[in-house]
């Protein structure tokens, strides 16, 4: 969970009597009054407007320091702070300067564009309310033209993006009912976190509604209570069994055990239930106060109702603080002196100006919350649908094609929570429609994190006319149909090609520039082309960046106007679902090729609840899934291409099949929009010479036709050794720890011997064991326990691997859906008995079932030793990505292409859309 830290310089109210300030706010240089300027004392309601003479009086009972605040538009607002020790009367002057950079609102508003929307919405989840906070509707910044961006760059941390104002924020609040006045001094935007503070008036709202007065009021008090202001106060009065915190202290160091969802199992465990009376304070004069921390101390929020995602059996939202320093400092309203000294995390992070209450906000003892219960529980579920959104973005390596050719196909996956990309699906559908939505031609792809490749081989009969592509996930069926992607598709009729008035161009400002460095040389059979791309920011420093490349004959393609870019892909990013919005979910993620059956028992005798075995060839994938109790089951996770025979059945206790299953097909969805259609007319080509991107024309890698050639690789030969893991326990560990002591660094609970759940909604078996590159199938949880603790021995171990995460584990299939184990043993060390791992299929049923579209890969290195032809597409690359922000690639480019189109298409790793057309005449 993210820590905000946001400061809005606190102060205490109500220790001594009453006091006067006053003063005179004059124009600095000329001398001049300002007549009509706001003096008013930060975060509170407390203020005036000068007279004609500039003069102001403010009386009431301020605590021994305040800071007090002058502003007039078009000003640059002044700051100072005011002691009343040992006088009850002060006199202040202010003198301010005319902001000269302060732009006029008309300026303002014409320098709006996308990147500045984008920025706004985030600037506002981080500053008014986070989106699923019920008050995030009520509350609205009156001129929001008056804030500007700029990205910064330190010399030492991470790039942010900050928001500075000319002019005093004018913000409405009618969840609170007042009017605020903020001059923001510092904000900025981090991909870990968020801060900002500033100087704030409250002006109280005015209605003649005694009901909405008494929504306010009742607003007002649920807020406090809510607040780290209020738990700061409860801890100073030790105020006992408090009915609106309950505190326990985390206890830190154990490794050895994966704390679970379950509350009850942590109580006494991982967290100490926690008095107030046992928090050591003490005063440090001057009505401020030093509360000490023992550990991170984790509070539950009673009275208030706000699922959470931490326990399955706590509805109640819960928070955690942590002094880095042990302690931190208060004063005695309970207000935080450095905000710096603690972290907050959980629901108290969610407090922002929509929350914010004056300083001077009087509190009652009566509270009534049950108006808010309600709404703050559906505002979360419908949080939480959104965030589990995800939608395809596709690009291909022409803007239109002919009957016969390849269409290449690159692209992203977008996520309104980019932390749920490991967790969401890896499975794409793309189709190609008629203008009726009947679909011509369909294929299936990998998602692999996040990144999409592909290929459609369009048939030679295809009619010429007006398509569209469609992209979407069997997850995104859960949400409505504008989450798929839909672009045009056109298919151009021989000696045809599309004209347009203008090229396309991309309207939005680029903040990332593309520079491009290129060297061509001769040989025989074909031209080679070193090139160097560059990937900046404004400030020209490298970048990191995935992107899709794509380099074609400028002569020969004609650009059309760009119809689906990424930048408006993007826009989805802003679009939160209806408030009407509601799904049960029924479409599941998937993992990789799916099937969904259901199983029949021979009699009634035979549960419907029955562990499923689903087995790829001769165990090169498997796995087991459990029906529900109407008797249909779903499984996700297999990895093949093409059609594959998958041997499915029940089996009973003894590994015996019974009954029998039925597989039911996954049908695809209904199409009731409309996809656009790009304004171009056909001309006949008047060059003789006339290329087509034929896939099999090219000359394929060395690699790839022994690749075909080869037999199927067994499940062990393609995963022993794979990659790098999640963990690793060396040689070194291996000699002196115990198998437990082992586990426990693993992190495998050592009562259900899992990893935990990393599948969205799903229930995991037991981990995967492959011992000396051989897979165990059919292990259940008790037996890999028993035979890691009491069937090896660590110090006779070269390694162990663990593979839990939804990346890694991925290329496992099936068979590595709860993660994977691996062991090496040392040369000549084994272990008894051995698992039989032959497949014995007696009694299963077979189906065919379709796997991943394959599809020509674009062939990046042609044969050496032959003349190359002239190609519209030269070259293709949908996973390109940077190295230190440098791209670089030899391409061999056949002879007589004079005009070259480089177009560059994709994000940084801060999510910043780059997009360069590179047109080289050589």
Known sequence: M??????????????????????????????????????????????????????????????????????????????????????????????????????????????????????????????????????????????????????????????????????????????????????????RMLRTGSRFSGQVFFRSLNSSDSQEQFKWEQARQSSYISSLRHLNQSILLNVSDSVYFQMFRVVSGQLDRRRTDVFNLELNETIIPLENSSILRRPLGDNTFRIFLPDKIEIH??????????????????????????????????????????????????????????????????LALSNEKSQVSNSKAGFQFNKLREKVWLTTSKPYFYPGETAWIGGRVLYQDPFLADSLSRVLYVDILKPNNEIVQSATFPILQGKISGALVLPQDLSPGDYGLRAYTHWSRNFPESDQFIAPFIVMEAGFIPEVTEAAKESFPRNIKVKSDYELSDSLNYRMMNLQLTFMDEFDNPIAAEFVLSISDADQVTELTEGSSLEQAMDWLDEDLPESFESGLNYPVEYGISIRGKYVPDNRRQPLITPITIVQG?????????????????????????????????????????????????????????????????????????????????????????????????????????GAPTQEVGPKELEKLSMEEILGLLRLNRNTAKFGNYNFGETVGAPLLIFDGSPRPYMQSGELLDFLLNSIEPSQLLSIKVYSDNISKAVFGMAGYAGVIMIETKKGFRVNPEIETKFNSEGFQFFPVLGFTAFPEFPKAPSSDRYLAKKPTIYWDPLAETTDGVFEVKIKVPYGINRFRIKVEGRSLDGEVIFEMIEINK
Request: charged content about 25%.
């Open 301 to 366: 929020h009673l009275g208030k109702k706000w699922g959470n995602d931490y326990y399955k059996d706590i509805f109640t939202p819960i928070s955690w603080i942590e002094a880095p320093d042990g302690y931190y400092d208060i004063d005695r309203n309970g207000v935080l002196i450095d905000p710096t000294k603690l972290i907050l995390s959980g629901y108290l992070a969610r407090e922002r100006v929509a929350r914010a209450l004056p300083l001077d906000f009087e509190v009652k003892s009566t």
């Open 2 to 187: 993210r820590s905000l830290c946001f400061i809005f310089f606190f102060f205490t109210f109500g220790s001594i009597a009453a006091q006067t300030v006053s003063g005179v706010v004059r124009e600095k240089g000329s001398g001049l009054p300002l007549p009509f300027a706001n003096v008013f004392v930060n975060n509170t309601t407390k203020g005036i407007a000068t007279d004609e003479e500039g003069r102001f009086t403010l009386s009431g009972n301020f605590p021994l320091e305040i800071e007090l605040v002058a502003s007039f538009m078009g000003f640059v607002t002044q700051v100072k702070t005011i002691s009343f020790v040992g006088n009850k009367e002060v006199e202040v002057f202010f003198e301010l300067a005319f902001n000269e950079s302060n732009l006029s609102e008309v300026e303002l508003k014409a320098k709006r564009d996308k990147s500045w929307e984008r920025n706004f919405r985030k600037f506002e989840n981080v500053f008014l309310a986070l989106p699923d906070d019920p008050y995030k509707s009520q509350i609205e910044i009156l001129n929001p033209w008056v804030i500007e961006y700029e990205k910064i760059n330190p010399e030492k941390g991470a790039n942010y993006i900050r928001a500075y104002a000319k002019d005093p924020l004018l913000i409405k609040n009618e969840a609170l009912g007042y009017k605020i006045e903020y001059h923001l001094q510092d904000f």
């Open 618 to 722: 001769d165990l090169e994938d498997f796995g087991q899934v459990l029906p529900d109790s109407a008797g249909n089951f779903w499984a996700t996770g297999l990895n093949f291409q093409d059609t594959a025979q998958i041997a499915i059945a029940a089996v009973n206790e003894k590994l015996r099949p019974i009954g029998s299953v039925e597989l039911n097909p996954i049908d695809k969805p209904n199409f009731n929009l409309t996809f656009p259609k790009p304004a171009y007319r056909k001309v006949t080509i008047r060059s003789e010479e006339y290329f087509l991107d034929t896939s099999g024309d090219y000359i394929l890698l060395e690699e790839f036709v022994k690749e075909e050639t080869r037999e199927r690789e067994t499940m062990a030969e393609r995963n022993y050794g794979y």
